[in-house]
Each structure stands twice: as C-alpha cells, then as structure tokens.
C-alpha cells in the first residue's frame, strides 16, 4: 500500500479531458483517471448538462466511449434536451460511443422485506458498460436511491461499494448530487466521493443570473481556485478562467493607424502601437463613435478583421448614419472583415458579456475589437465589477495582440475620477464638449504609452468627409469659442 | 411470480426458501416461481427495473407488487402478495 502511494507520488495522477473549454484549464489537464468526481449544486444549475458534456466531448474529441445513468430523466428526455442545443445523442449510441440507461425509482412500489443488496444496480452498470466498453460514466444523480429505501445503513454500505466498483471498472466517473443550503449534497455523497469536488452555483444578482463554477477539492492536483463564470450556450458549455490570464504578454512596436491623418499626426504621426488599449472618453455626442468607427474603417482598410461590440444603436442603425460622415461599415461588413454585434447591455449580466466577448474574439479571430460604449455597463454591475471585467477584458485582448478601442461616455468634471478604465488603457483621448456661444467639441490626448503625443487640445469638426481635427488655440478652447481655420480630413 | 436473484449468495437463497415456505402455507398449487438469475441475464435487469437483489415481483393478479429483500419478514411478504390486508 505505501510503496504504490509513493510511486502515485513520483508519476503524478493521470487525468482525463472534459474537453470543456476552460474547465480543463481550472483542473490543470482534467478529471482524475479512473476515479470519481462530484459535481454538486442546486436545481438547474448546469450538473447534469457537464455530465453529459463530458461524455459526448468524450466520444467526440477522444473517441472514448461513456455510459449516462440517469435516476431523473428518461433516455427519450435526455435525447430531445440535447437534440435542442444540436448534439445528437442518437448517433453516438448507434456508434456505440455513448449509453444511456434511465433507472426508474418508486418508493411506493416497493417493500422491504428483511436483508437486500443492490446487486441488480451493479448488474445493470456492468451491462452498459461491457456494451460499449465504457472508459466514462455519468451517474445523475444517484441520491435517488435515498428515496427510494429506506434502509440508510444498507444504502451506504452499496454506496461504497459502487465507487470500489467503479474505480476497479477502471471508469473515471462524475457523480451528480444536489445542493442543499451550505451542505454540498442531501446524503453527503463528498463522503464518498473524495478525490474531486466541483461546485456549481446560479446566482440572481439584481435579477441577472449567473452560473459560476468552483473547484473546491482535487486531490493530487493543483487547480485554479477562483469562482469562474460559466456559460451554458449554444456551443455547449464554456468556462472561463478569466482571472487567470496573466499580464505577461508581448509586445510589438508596430503602429496602426487611427483612420483619423490628424489623430495620427498627434500620436507621433504614426496612431496606435497595435495590440494596445485605447480609451476615448467624451460627453454625449462628443464624437465618440465617430472615432472609434474611423478606427474600425482604417481596419477593414487595411483588410484586418475587426469585432464592433454596441450597446447603444443596433447595427444597421450605426452604419446608415455613418454613412452621413463618409464611412461605409456596410463595405466591410459584406467582405466579412466587419462584425458588428448590437445589444442592450441589460441582456444579461456582466460576466456573461465578458464569456461571450471572448467567446466571439475567439471564434472570429480579429485584429481590432471596439467596445461602444463601457459605461452603459453601469446598469448590470457595480463599480469595482465593471472595472475588474474591463481588466481581465484588457488583459485578454493584449494576451490575443488585438488592439482594442473602448469608448467611454462621461459627464462630469473629472473624467479620471468617472472612468472605468483610464489606469488601465495605454492611450487615453479625451473629447471636450464645451459650451458657450456656439458648442465646440474638442479633442486632446491625456496619455499615450510609449510615444511621444501632442499635448495639445485640438477642435474637432466633424463633416460629410469624416472626422477632422482644427488648429489648436488654447485661450480660445477655454472660453469655448474656436474658430476653426484648418480642417484635415480623416483618411 | 418472478424472483430476481444473482448468483447463489445466501441472502438469495434463503428468499427462496422463505418464499416456497409462504406460497406452500398459503398458496398451495395455485403459484408459480420463476427464478430469475441476473447473473445470467443481465439484460432482464431492465425490464423490471431491478436494483435491489433478491427483488420478488408479484404480477398476478393484479397490481403488480415488488418486495426486495430476503423475504424474511412473512407478514410484509403476505400483505405484498395480497393475502392480508395492510
């Protein structure tokens, strides 16, 4: 016994992939080979759907067959549940890559009368698993037992006995168990189950749900030990280990331009490093989309793909009135260098947002993500969330060498005090809208990372050929009064 | 009726035992005992939906009754055949 403890010392243990995006990253490589994991949480929170990912990830990505008992739903519901989100249970158990065996409890058809065992359980998993020579199984959820007899010694003393089963069966198994309160399960199956538990959580903040996910124990393993959102969607289920990407990127020296010739003029003539932040802050109708919209058009320009993520205007919207300035999205948009995503930001929670900004990025594959605006976030989440989304947001697009715009509407005096994002972004403009005789919008660089940028506010005017920068005239600018007397188109 | 066993485990056979016992006492000639070994046919295991081992399923006459267990308990047994009144 101490001899085979040791050498499971020196080869680490084996671990098998979910192939679910992300969860195999927080487990450091997977679930434990041959051994059991728990999966515990409330009602709908998603323990029965990551079973059954497993499995299917399992026959489809590594050709490893797997067995789904279910005590809840019938095989004909589980095959129409995951028929609706396009996976084809069916099919798989025609190859032979999948089982389902649905077993039925009802307490008031049975008595008890005098010593049992549970040996027609282990005969039935032993037949579904020969059938397809099973390397994985879903139990879900096997406290169905519990009320179905009611002879606990008995029950516990099968319950050992199933998982010396399953680890002898050489199965690496997931066993459901629902959440009840603080207690991780009704019977308290992590008696059992030792080696792994995960737990699973749907939480309604503000009436926004949100599914997180957190590794409690893994023993043998080191694991991420973070609460991780996840999303159940049409791609099956993902992860994402947000917290975990790290700040250790690279860089390049290479320049993009901003599709604004005088924004770039003031950013040393050259515009963004690329795979930079860029923040561009103003009051309403300061011109904020306008710019980041020159940015999008320099893109596809240039033949890059871009993502336009925007929680104001729907898209068709957006690009009918940028057609008024000279900019036709709609060109880019029919090349497929140009997607434009149009939501309201109360669609769902802040982390969702996050899940699927990445899940697109990833998906897409751009080279400029533009974000429009952030602060319409502050309706689905705290300060100090927006701000720790927008972070690892940051973080991903540098991680990924993607330059990312983000506009930011302000409407107060300090804008550094009112921003998400401004510690955070390598280049921050700043879009004045002063008003007094006449209303003049100005824009001037607060920093810029690395270079060496005008310090000066330039006025903007905005016109049928684009967005265009004037002569700086300081004493002017503060009074609100400017006179434009150079105009320099975009492009 | 149907008895579900598996292997020749004591617990199996004593519910044998326990059950030609009852049906001698009460039932004379009018029972039939199909024995049915899962160790030999697991498929069977299904159809009944079988988990607890020995299960005695009773489908005549009608309802079908399942006692699991080793049929120790004679009463219970005779209320589950309907031979007494619960």
């Known amino acids: 016994m101490a001899k085979t403890q040791a050498q499971q010392k020196l080869t680490g243990i084996t671990k098998v992939p979910t192939g679910i995006q992300g969860l195999d990253e927080i487990l450091n490589g997977g679930l434990p080979c041959g051994r059991s994991s728990l999966v515990c949480g409330n009602a709908g929170c998603g323990k029965t759907f990551l079973g059954m990912q497993f499995l299917v990830n399992g026959a489809q990505k590594y050709g490893s067959p797997g067995v789904f008992v279910s005590f809840e739903e019938t095989s004909e519901e589980l095959r129409k549940n995951f028929a609706s989100i396009g996976v084809d249970l069916n099919d798989l158990e025609k190859r032979k890559l999948l089982a389902l065996d649905y077993i039925f409890i009802e307490r008031s058809e049975i008595k008890e009368t005098g010593e049992f065992d549970l040996e027609g359980l282990f005969v039935r998993l032993g037949q579904a698993v020969r059938s397809i020579g099973a390397k994985r199984i879903v139990i879900d959820t096997i406290e169905a037992l519990f009320s179905g007899f009611s002879n606990e010694a008995i029950l516990r003393a099968e319950l050992r006995r199933l998982f010396r089963w399953l680890k002898s069966n050489g199965l690496t198994a997931i066993i459901t168990g629902e959440r009840i309160g603080e207690i991780f399960t009704r019977h308290g199956l992590e008696e059992f189950v030792a080696d792994c538990v995960i737990l699973l959580d749907n939480n309604i903040v503000d009436q926004i749900s949100t599914r997180r996910m957190r590794i409690v124990k893994y023993r043998g393993s080191s694991h991420g030990t973070n609460e991780y959102p996840f999303l159940i969607g049409a791609n099956g289920m993902s992860v994402l280990p947000i917290t975990s990407i790290s700040m250790d990127y690279k860089v390049t020296a290479e320049r993009i331009s901003s599709g604004i010739e005088a924004l770039d003029r003031m950013l040393e003539g050259e515009g963004y490093f690329r795979g930079s932040s860029i923040l561009v802050s103003g009051s309403p109708g300061s011109g904020k989309t306008s710019i980041a919209s020159h940015f999008l058009d320099a893109c596809c320009r240039r033949g890059e793909k871009c993502l336009l993520f925007t929680f104001e205007e729907s898209g068709e919207q957006l690009a009918r009135n940028l057609e008024s300035i000279g900019l036709h999205l709609k060109i880019g948009v029919k090349k497929g260098l140009l997607k434009i995503i149009a939501q309201r930001p109360t669609f769902q929670g802040l982390e969702f947002h996050l899940l699927e900004i990445h899940d697109l990025v990833r998906r897409f594959g751009p080279q400029a993500v533009v974000v429009d605006p952030v602060s319409c976030f502050s309706c689905v989440g705290k300060n100090w969330q927006i701000r720790s989304m927008l972070s690892r947001l940051v973080d991903f697009f540098k991680s990924e060498n993607i330059t990312a715009l983000f506009t930011d509407l302000i409407n107060g005096n300090d804008p550094a005090e009112e921003s998400y994002i401004s510690s955070l972004a390598d280049t921050w403009i700043l879009l004045n809208n002063a008003s007094g005789m006449q209303r003049e919008r100005s824009l001037g660089i607060i920093k810029s990372r690395g270079m060496a940028h005008s310090d000066e506010f330039f006025p903007i005017k905005i016109g049928r050929e684009g967005l265009g920068l004037g002569k700086a005239r300081h004493e002017g600018l503060k009074k609100g009064v400017v006179s434009i007397e150079t105009f320099g188109a975009g492009r | ?86």
């Open chain 2, 1 to 86: 009726m149907r008895l579900y066993v598996a292997g020749q485990t004591p617990k199996c056979l004593l519910a044998l035992v326990n059950l030609k016992k009852i049906c001698e006492e009460h039932l004379r000639d009018r029972y039939t005992i199909e024995v049915v070994d899962l160790l030999k046919q697991p498929q069977l295991a299904q159809g009944d939906q079988i988990l607890a081992i020995p299960t005695l399923v009773k489908r005549l006459p009608p309802p079908v009754n399942k006692m699991i267990g080793d049929l120790s308990n004679t009463e219970k047994v005779l209320v589950g055949l309907d031979l007494r009144c619960a």
